[in-house]
Protein backbone atom coordinates (compact mmCIF):
# COMPACT_ATOMS: atom_id res chain seq x y z
CA UNK A 1 0.00 0.00 0.00
CA UNK A 2 1.41 3.32 -1.05
CA UNK A 3 0.75 6.47 1.55
CA UNK A 4 1.39 9.57 0.78
CA UNK A 5 1.03 12.26 3.24
CA UNK A 6 0.86 15.88 2.67
CA UNK A 7 3.17 18.86 4.42
CA UNK A 8 0.66 20.83 3.18
CA UNK A 9 3.18 24.29 4.70
CA UNK A 10 3.84 22.42 7.98
CA UNK A 11 7.54 21.77 7.65
CA UNK A 12 7.55 19.45 11.35
CA UNK A 13 6.39 16.24 11.96
CA UNK A 14 5.84 16.73 15.58
CA UNK A 15 2.01 17.08 16.36
CA UNK A 16 0.41 15.97 13.18
CA UNK A 17 -2.70 14.04 13.89
CA UNK A 18 -2.47 13.04 10.14
CA UNK A 19 0.73 11.37 10.68
CA UNK A 20 -0.92 9.28 13.52
CA UNK A 21 -3.04 8.02 11.25
CA UNK A 22 -1.09 7.53 8.37
CA UNK A 23 1.69 5.65 10.95
CA UNK A 24 -1.34 3.54 12.10
CA UNK A 25 -2.48 2.64 8.75
CA UNK A 26 1.12 1.50 7.80
CA UNK A 27 0.92 -0.69 11.04
CA UNK A 28 -2.26 -2.62 9.73
CA UNK A 29 -0.41 -3.08 6.53
CA UNK A 30 3.29 -4.21 6.92
CA UNK A 31 4.13 -4.14 3.02
CA UNK A 32 2.97 -0.01 3.31
CA UNK A 33 5.17 2.67 1.33
CA UNK A 34 5.13 6.06 3.29
CA UNK A 35 5.89 9.15 0.73
CA UNK A 36 6.21 12.76 2.23
CA UNK A 37 5.14 16.07 -0.76
CA UNK A 38 5.75 19.34 -0.51
CA UNK A 39 3.77 21.80 -2.72
CA UNK A 40 4.50 25.16 -3.30
CA UNK A 41 2.45 27.52 -4.70
CA UNK A 42 3.21 30.94 -3.49
CA UNK A 43 5.06 33.21 -6.01
CA UNK A 44 8.65 33.31 -5.08
CA UNK A 45 10.48 35.43 -7.78
CA UNK A 46 13.52 37.71 -7.10
CA UNK A 47 11.39 40.46 -9.42
CA UNK A 48 9.48 43.06 -6.94
CA UNK A 49 6.26 41.75 -7.01
CA UNK A 50 3.32 44.22 -7.86
CA UNK A 51 2.50 45.59 -4.42
CA UNK A 52 -0.50 48.10 -5.95
CA UNK A 53 -3.02 45.45 -7.54
CA UNK A 54 -6.23 44.37 -5.54
CA UNK A 55 -5.57 41.81 -3.31
CA UNK A 56 -6.27 37.74 -3.41
CA UNK A 57 -5.84 36.24 -0.03
CA UNK A 58 -5.46 33.06 -1.13
CA UNK A 59 -2.43 33.89 -3.37
CA UNK A 60 0.87 34.49 -1.20
CA UNK A 61 3.89 36.28 -2.09
CA UNK A 62 7.11 35.11 -0.51
CA UNK A 63 10.26 36.76 -0.29
CA UNK A 64 13.82 35.91 0.07
CA UNK A 65 13.86 35.40 4.45
CA UNK A 66 11.17 33.23 4.41
CA UNK A 67 12.27 31.27 1.60
CA UNK A 68 15.36 30.73 3.24
CA UNK A 69 13.78 29.40 6.42
CA UNK A 70 11.81 26.64 3.93
CA UNK A 71 14.53 25.74 2.27
CA UNK A 72 16.39 24.95 5.28
CA UNK A 73 13.72 23.22 6.93
CA UNK A 74 12.97 21.17 4.19
CA UNK A 75 16.43 19.98 4.10
CA UNK A 76 16.30 19.03 7.55
CA UNK A 77 12.72 16.89 6.62
CA UNK A 78 14.43 15.65 3.86
CA UNK A 79 17.55 13.83 6.21
CA UNK A 80 15.43 12.55 8.95
CA UNK A 81 12.92 11.33 6.66
CA UNK A 82 15.68 9.39 4.31
CA UNK A 83 17.13 7.90 7.59
CA UNK A 84 14.16 5.44 7.60
CA UNK A 85 14.17 5.02 3.64
CA UNK A 86 11.04 7.80 3.66
CA UNK A 87 11.79 9.90 -0.09
CA UNK A 88 10.19 13.95 0.27
CA UNK A 89 9.01 14.49 -2.89
CA UNK A 90 8.76 18.38 -3.69
CA UNK A 91 6.63 20.62 -6.19
CA UNK A 92 7.58 23.73 -6.87
CA UNK A 93 4.77 26.06 -8.61
CA UNK A 94 2.49 23.55 -8.51
CA UNK A 95 -1.17 22.94 -5.78
CA UNK A 96 -1.36 20.16 -3.83
CA UNK A 97 -3.83 19.05 -6.03
CA UNK A 98 -1.74 19.25 -9.37
CA UNK A 99 1.41 17.64 -7.50
CA UNK A 100 -1.52 14.56 -6.66
CA UNK A 101 -2.07 14.33 -9.80
CA UNK A 102 1.24 14.22 -11.25
CA UNK A 103 2.23 11.52 -8.62
CA UNK A 104 -0.74 9.30 -9.36
CA UNK A 105 0.37 9.16 -12.85
CA UNK A 106 3.88 7.66 -12.12
CA UNK A 107 2.73 5.59 -8.80
CA UNK A 108 -0.94 4.08 -7.20
CA UNK A 109 -1.58 6.41 -3.99
CA UNK A 110 -3.73 4.39 -2.09
CA UNK A 111 -3.90 6.54 0.91
CA UNK A 112 -3.28 10.20 1.36
CA UNK A 113 -3.20 12.52 4.64
CA UNK A 114 -2.91 16.15 4.47
CA UNK A 115 -1.12 17.74 7.78
CA UNK A 116 -3.35 20.87 9.18
CA UNK A 117 -2.07 24.30 10.17
CA UNK A 118 -1.67 24.55 13.98
CA UNK A 119 -3.88 26.07 16.39
CA UNK A 120 -4.31 25.62 20.17
CA UNK A 121 -8.00 24.71 19.67
CA UNK A 122 -8.77 22.30 17.18
CA UNK A 123 -12.48 23.70 17.20
CA UNK A 124 -14.42 26.76 17.69
CA UNK A 125 -12.94 27.86 21.34
CA UNK A 126 -16.32 30.02 21.37
CA UNK A 127 -19.23 29.80 19.22
CA UNK A 128 -18.89 30.66 16.00
CA UNK A 129 -22.18 32.91 16.31
CA UNK A 130 -21.05 34.08 19.18
CA UNK A 131 -17.54 35.20 17.86
CA UNK A 132 -16.34 38.45 19.31
CA UNK A 133 -14.32 41.19 17.64
CA UNK A 134 -12.08 42.14 20.01
CA UNK A 135 -8.88 40.26 21.70
CA UNK A 136 -10.12 40.88 25.43
CA UNK A 137 -13.30 39.66 24.52
CA UNK A 138 -12.18 36.50 22.92
CA UNK A 139 -9.49 36.09 25.70
CA UNK A 140 -12.27 36.39 28.69
CA UNK A 141 -14.89 34.24 26.73
CA UNK A 142 -12.57 31.36 26.53
CA UNK A 143 -13.79 28.28 28.87
CA UNK A 144 -11.74 25.42 27.23
CA UNK A 145 -7.99 24.54 27.84
CA UNK A 146 -5.56 25.01 24.64
CA UNK A 147 -5.66 21.12 23.43
CA UNK A 148 -2.33 18.98 24.02
CA UNK A 149 0.48 18.02 21.17
CA UNK A 150 0.45 15.01 20.13
CA UNK A 151 3.78 13.34 20.65
CA UNK A 152 6.50 13.47 17.94
CA UNK A 153 6.25 9.70 16.52
CA UNK A 154 8.92 7.06 16.52
CA UNK A 155 9.57 6.47 13.07
CA UNK A 156 12.44 4.09 12.62
CA UNK A 157 10.12 1.03 13.69
CA UNK A 158 9.25 1.56 9.60
CA UNK A 159 10.63 -0.98 7.13
CA UNK A 160 9.97 1.22 4.30
CA UNK A 161 11.05 -0.49 0.89
CA UNK A 162 12.48 2.02 -2.08
CA UNK A 163 10.29 4.07 -4.32
CA UNK A 164 11.52 5.18 -7.80
CA UNK A 165 10.83 8.26 -8.76
CA UNK A 166 12.00 10.75 -11.10
CA UNK A 167 14.95 12.75 -9.85
CA UNK A 168 13.81 16.30 -9.75
CA UNK A 169 11.10 15.31 -7.52
CA UNK A 170 14.05 14.69 -4.86
CA UNK A 171 15.42 18.36 -5.39
CA UNK A 172 15.18 20.48 -2.68
CA UNK A 173 15.57 24.36 -4.52
CA UNK A 174 18.52 26.35 -3.51
CA UNK A 175 17.78 30.04 -2.80
CA UNK A 176 20.02 31.24 -5.78
CA UNK A 177 17.53 28.72 -7.55
CA UNK A 178 15.19 31.57 -6.88
CA UNK A 179 17.21 33.81 -8.17
CA UNK A 180 17.54 35.27 -4.47
CA UNK A 181 21.24 36.20 -3.26
CA UNK A 182 22.26 37.60 0.02
CA UNK A 183 24.27 36.67 3.12
CA UNK A 184 23.63 36.59 6.77
CA UNK A 185 23.32 39.73 8.13
CA UNK A 186 25.46 39.33 11.55
CA UNK A 187 22.70 42.26 13.56
CA UNK A 188 20.33 40.09 12.74
CA UNK A 189 17.94 39.52 15.76
CA UNK A 190 17.20 36.08 13.96
CA UNK A 191 20.21 34.55 13.45
CA UNK A 192 18.82 30.75 13.56
CA UNK A 193 18.13 28.24 10.96
CA UNK A 194 14.31 27.63 10.28
CA UNK A 195 14.13 23.39 11.02
CA UNK A 196 12.00 21.76 13.41
CA UNK A 197 15.46 21.02 15.65
CA UNK A 198 16.13 24.60 15.98
CA UNK A 199 12.62 25.50 16.39
CA UNK A 200 12.80 23.05 19.38
CA UNK A 201 16.38 24.68 20.52
CA UNK A 202 14.80 28.06 20.56
CA UNK A 203 12.31 26.94 22.89
CA UNK A 204 15.14 25.37 25.26
CA UNK A 205 17.25 27.94 25.37
CA UNK A 206 14.79 31.06 26.08
CA UNK A 207 12.40 29.17 28.04
CA UNK A 208 14.42 26.75 30.11
CA UNK A 209 18.39 28.01 29.71
CA UNK A 210 18.06 31.80 30.54
CA UNK A 211 16.11 33.86 31.75
CA UNK A 212 14.47 35.05 28.37
CA UNK A 213 10.71 33.63 29.15
CA UNK A 214 11.08 34.45 33.47
CA UNK A 215 12.08 38.40 32.21
CA UNK A 216 9.82 38.89 28.94
CA UNK A 217 7.01 41.27 30.37
CA UNK A 218 9.82 43.65 30.95
CA UNK A 219 12.12 42.99 27.76
CA UNK A 220 9.16 42.33 24.99
CA UNK A 221 9.13 45.94 23.73
CA UNK A 222 13.31 45.88 22.80
CA UNK A 223 14.68 46.03 19.16
CA UNK A 224 17.64 45.11 19.52
CA UNK A 225 19.16 41.62 19.50
CA UNK A 226 17.61 37.79 20.09
CA UNK A 227 16.54 37.70 23.44
CA UNK A 228 13.99 40.28 24.31
CA UNK A 229 11.65 38.49 22.46
CA UNK A 230 11.27 34.63 22.07
CA UNK A 231 11.58 34.47 17.78
CA UNK A 232 9.01 31.62 17.67
CA UNK A 233 7.04 33.45 15.01
CA UNK A 234 9.21 32.31 12.22
CA UNK A 235 8.91 28.91 13.26
CA UNK A 236 5.21 28.87 13.50
CA UNK A 237 4.72 30.80 10.26
CA UNK A 238 6.87 27.71 8.48
CA UNK A 239 4.75 25.04 10.40
CA UNK A 240 8.28 23.79 11.73
CA UNK A 241 6.76 24.63 14.85
CA UNK A 242 3.55 23.96 16.68
CA UNK A 243 1.99 25.96 18.78
CA UNK A 244 0.26 23.79 20.82
CA UNK A 245 3.88 22.67 21.65
CA UNK A 246 5.13 25.89 22.16
CA UNK A 247 2.00 26.17 24.75
CA UNK A 248 2.91 23.34 26.63
CA UNK A 249 6.33 24.03 26.89
CA UNK A 250 5.30 26.76 29.08
CA UNK A 251 2.96 24.83 31.05
CA UNK A 252 6.12 22.66 31.68
CA UNK A 253 8.11 25.39 32.20
CA UNK A 254 5.55 26.67 34.85
CA UNK A 255 5.36 23.86 36.66
CA UNK A 256 9.12 23.66 37.43
CA UNK A 257 9.87 27.66 37.52
CA UNK A 258 6.01 28.26 38.47
CA UNK A 259 4.04 30.84 37.00
CA UNK A 260 5.54 34.15 36.74
CA UNK A 261 4.45 37.77 34.40
CA UNK A 262 7.00 36.25 31.72
CA UNK A 263 5.01 33.12 31.31
CA UNK A 264 1.73 34.52 31.71
CA UNK A 265 2.28 37.11 28.98
CA UNK A 266 3.37 34.82 26.29
CA UNK A 267 0.65 33.14 26.82
CA UNK A 268 -1.36 35.91 26.37
CA UNK A 269 0.68 36.72 22.74
CA UNK A 270 0.53 33.29 21.70
CA UNK A 271 -3.90 33.76 22.36
CA UNK A 272 -3.40 36.98 20.16
CA UNK A 273 -2.42 34.38 17.46
CA UNK A 274 -5.40 32.19 18.09
CA UNK A 275 -7.31 34.82 18.43
CA UNK A 276 -6.91 36.43 14.35
CA UNK A 277 -6.93 32.88 13.35
CA UNK A 278 -10.44 32.62 14.26
CA UNK A 279 -10.99 35.94 13.47
CA UNK A 280 -10.25 35.17 10.01
CA UNK A 281 -12.76 32.31 10.09
CA UNK A 282 -15.29 33.91 11.15
CA UNK A 283 -14.94 37.54 9.14
CA UNK A 284 -13.41 35.38 5.95
CA UNK A 285 -13.02 38.14 2.82
CA UNK A 286 -13.93 41.11 4.80
CA UNK A 287 -10.66 40.13 7.32
CA UNK A 288 -8.81 41.12 4.58
CA UNK A 289 -11.06 44.37 2.89
CA UNK A 290 -9.33 47.44 2.55
CA UNK A 291 -12.65 48.52 5.21
CA UNK A 292 -11.91 45.70 7.58
CA UNK A 293 -14.66 43.42 9.70
CA UNK A 294 -15.79 47.45 10.99
CA UNK A 295 -16.85 47.68 7.12
CA UNK A 296 -15.48 51.27 7.74
CA UNK A 297 -14.62 53.83 5.17
CA UNK A 298 -10.63 54.10 4.78
CA UNK A 299 -9.81 57.27 3.01
CA UNK A 300 -6.11 56.66 1.76
CA UNK A 301 -4.25 58.17 -0.86
CA UNK A 302 -2.48 56.10 -3.52
CA UNK A 303 0.92 57.62 -4.41
CA UNK A 304 3.60 55.34 -5.26
CA UNK A 305 6.53 57.54 -4.72
CA UNK A 306 6.12 57.80 -0.90
CA UNK A 307 5.18 53.96 -0.47
CA UNK A 308 8.85 53.86 -2.22
CA UNK A 309 10.19 55.97 0.00
CA UNK A 310 9.10 54.54 2.92
CA UNK A 311 10.23 50.36 1.84
CA UNK A 312 13.88 52.49 0.94
CA UNK A 313 14.04 54.01 3.88
CA UNK A 314 14.24 57.27 2.52
CA UNK A 315 11.20 58.60 4.76
CA UNK A 316 13.84 61.08 6.89
CA UNK A 317 11.91 59.68 9.87
CA UNK A 318 14.88 57.92 11.61
CA UNK A 319 13.24 55.04 13.39
CA UNK A 320 10.70 53.98 10.38
CA UNK A 321 14.22 53.83 8.25
CA UNK A 322 15.86 52.18 10.48
CA UNK A 323 13.47 49.20 10.95
CA UNK A 324 12.54 49.22 7.26
CA UNK A 325 16.39 48.72 7.08
CA UNK A 326 16.49 46.13 9.24
CA UNK A 327 12.98 44.47 7.42
CA UNK A 328 14.75 44.63 3.99
CA UNK A 329 18.56 43.14 5.60
CA UNK A 330 16.86 40.52 7.78
CA UNK A 331 13.06 39.85 7.50
CA UNK A 332 12.47 40.25 11.05
CA UNK A 333 11.60 43.00 13.41
CA UNK A 334 10.38 43.64 17.10
CA UNK A 335 6.04 44.09 17.51
CA UNK A 336 7.00 47.35 18.52
CA UNK A 337 8.88 48.37 14.80
CA UNK A 338 5.96 47.01 13.07
CA UNK A 339 3.46 48.74 15.08
CA UNK A 340 5.63 51.78 14.49
CA UNK A 341 6.27 51.56 10.37
CA UNK A 342 2.92 50.74 10.22
CA UNK A 343 1.01 53.54 11.75
CA UNK A 344 3.49 55.65 10.05
CA UNK A 345 2.39 54.04 6.87
CA UNK A 346 -1.13 54.81 7.46
CA UNK A 347 -1.52 58.00 9.67
CA UNK A 348 1.41 59.51 8.24
CA UNK A 349 1.99 58.65 4.63
CA UNK A 350 -2.03 58.12 4.48
CA UNK A 351 -1.25 55.24 1.77
CA UNK A 352 -3.70 52.61 1.56
CA UNK A 353 -2.75 49.77 4.51
CA UNK A 354 -3.03 46.90 2.11
CA UNK A 355 0.28 48.39 0.31
CA UNK A 356 2.25 47.64 3.42
CA UNK A 357 0.80 44.35 4.40
CA UNK A 358 1.83 43.23 1.11
CA UNK A 359 4.98 44.63 1.25
CA UNK A 360 5.25 42.92 4.64
CA UNK A 361 3.85 39.58 3.46
CA UNK A 362 7.06 39.90 0.82
CA UNK A 363 9.74 41.33 3.47
CA UNK A 364 9.21 39.21 6.38
CA UNK A 365 11.10 35.92 7.64
CA UNK A 366 7.86 35.50 9.41
CA UNK A 367 5.05 36.56 6.86
CA UNK A 368 1.83 35.21 7.82
CA UNK A 369 -1.10 35.84 5.87
CA UNK A 370 -3.17 35.89 8.89
CA UNK A 371 -1.12 37.41 11.47
CA UNK A 372 0.31 40.08 8.90
CA UNK A 373 -3.43 41.59 7.48
CA UNK A 374 -5.38 41.23 10.92
CA UNK A 375 -2.33 43.04 12.87
CA UNK A 376 -2.07 46.25 9.79
CA UNK A 377 -6.09 46.44 9.59
CA UNK A 378 -5.81 46.43 13.58
CA UNK A 379 -3.43 49.63 13.16
CA UNK A 380 -5.53 50.93 10.20
CA UNK A 381 -8.31 51.37 12.52
CA UNK A 382 -10.67 49.23 10.86
CA UNK A 383 -9.89 45.80 12.29
CA UNK A 384 -10.32 44.58 16.01
CA UNK A 385 -8.79 47.51 18.23
CA UNK A 386 -11.93 48.31 20.41
CA UNK A 387 -10.25 52.03 20.23
CA UNK A 388 -10.78 52.71 16.80
CA UNK A 389 -14.73 51.55 16.90
CA UNK A 390 -16.93 54.55 16.14
CA UNK A 391 -13.54 56.78 16.96
CA UNK A 392 -10.03 58.02 15.61
CA UNK A 393 -7.79 55.44 15.48
CA UNK A 394 -4.77 54.62 17.46
CA UNK A 395 -2.07 56.71 16.16
CA UNK A 396 1.69 56.30 17.51
CA UNK A 397 3.37 59.84 18.20
CA UNK A 398 7.04 58.40 16.85
CA UNK A 399 8.72 61.33 18.56
CA UNK A 400 7.61 60.06 21.94
CA UNK A 401 7.97 55.98 20.76
CA UNK A 402 11.86 56.63 20.31
CA UNK A 403 12.32 58.73 23.01
CA UNK A 404 10.56 56.08 25.26
CA UNK A 405 12.22 52.77 23.37
CA UNK A 406 15.62 54.71 21.83
CA UNK A 407 16.36 57.07 23.98
CA UNK A 408 19.72 56.93 23.62
CA UNK A 409 19.34 56.53 19.76
CA UNK A 410 21.26 52.67 19.97
CA UNK A 411 19.01 51.21 17.97
CA UNK A 412 18.70 53.81 15.23
CA UNK A 413 22.54 53.83 14.78
CA UNK A 414 22.60 50.17 14.66
CA UNK A 415 20.55 50.15 11.50
CA UNK A 416 22.07 53.75 9.99
C1 LIG B 1 1.92 45.45 11.26
C2 LIG B 1 2.23 44.11 11.88
C3 LIG B 1 2.41 42.99 11.08
C4 LIG B 1 2.67 41.73 11.66
N1 LIG B 1 2.86 40.64 10.85
C5 LIG B 1 3.08 39.41 11.39
C6 LIG B 1 3.26 38.26 10.58
O1 LIG B 1 3.20 38.32 9.34
N2 LIG B 1 3.50 37.06 11.20
C7 LIG B 1 3.53 36.96 12.57
O2 LIG B 1 3.74 35.86 13.07
N3 LIG B 1 3.34 38.03 13.36
C8 LIG B 1 3.11 39.25 12.82
N4 LIG B 1 2.95 40.34 13.65
C9 LIG B 1 2.81 40.13 15.11
C10 LIG B 1 4.08 40.27 15.96
O3 LIG B 1 4.74 41.47 15.68
C11 LIG B 1 5.04 39.09 15.78
O4 LIG B 1 4.34 37.88 15.93
C12 LIG B 1 6.15 39.12 16.84
O5 LIG B 1 6.81 40.36 16.83
C13 LIG B 1 7.11 37.99 16.54
O6 LIG B 1 8.21 37.99 17.41
P1 LIG B 1 8.37 36.89 18.54
O7 LIG B 1 8.09 35.53 18.00
O8 LIG B 1 9.67 37.10 19.19
O9 LIG B 1 7.16 37.30 19.48
P2 LIG B 1 6.93 37.19 21.05
O10 LIG B 1 6.76 38.58 21.56
O11 LIG B 1 7.91 36.34 21.71
O12 LIG B 1 5.47 36.51 21.13
C14 LIG B 1 5.31 35.09 21.10
C15 LIG B 1 4.37 34.71 19.99
O13 LIG B 1 3.08 35.29 20.20
C16 LIG B 1 2.48 35.63 18.95
N5 LIG B 1 2.27 37.08 18.87
C17 LIG B 1 2.92 38.06 19.51
N6 LIG B 1 2.44 39.27 19.17
C18 LIG B 1 1.44 39.04 18.29
C19 LIG B 1 0.55 39.88 17.57
N7 LIG B 1 0.56 41.23 17.67
N8 LIG B 1 -0.33 39.30 16.72
C20 LIG B 1 -0.39 37.96 16.59
N9 LIG B 1 0.43 37.11 17.25
C21 LIG B 1 1.34 37.64 18.08
C22 LIG B 1 3.47 35.19 17.87
O14 LIG B 1 3.12 33.90 17.43
C23 LIG B 1 4.80 35.17 18.62
O15 LIG B 1 5.74 34.30 18.05
C24 LIG B 1 2.72 41.61 13.08
C25 LIG B 1 2.54 42.76 13.87
C26 LIG B 1 2.31 43.99 13.29
C27 LIG B 1 2.13 45.18 14.18
Known amino acids: ?75 ELKSK ?37 SRLFSNWPIPEAQFPRTFTDFRKGLSLAPDEPIPEPVLDSLKPSPITAPDEWFKIKSLSDFGFHFSADPRSSFPFQGDEMSARSRIDSYFFNSEGLKNYKTTRNGMIGTEYSSKLSPFLAIG ?114 HWGARYFEWMLIDSSMTQNYGNWAYLAGVGSDPRSFGSAPRYFNLEKQSQDYDPEGTYQKLWL
Open 1 to 75: MNILISLNHQLRIDDQPALQEALALAKRHPDSRLMFLYSELASTSPQTPDFFSPLHPRSRIRGPHQTRIVLQALQ
Open 81 to 117: LAAVGIPLFCFWNHSEEEALDLIRKHLPVDAYFSFEA
Open 240 to 353: SLSVRRAWSEVLRYESIQGANPGSEWMKFELLWREFFLWSEQKFQDRFYALQGIQNRTYSYQESQERFISWTRTETGQPLVDANIRELNATGFISNRGRQNVASYFVHELKLPW
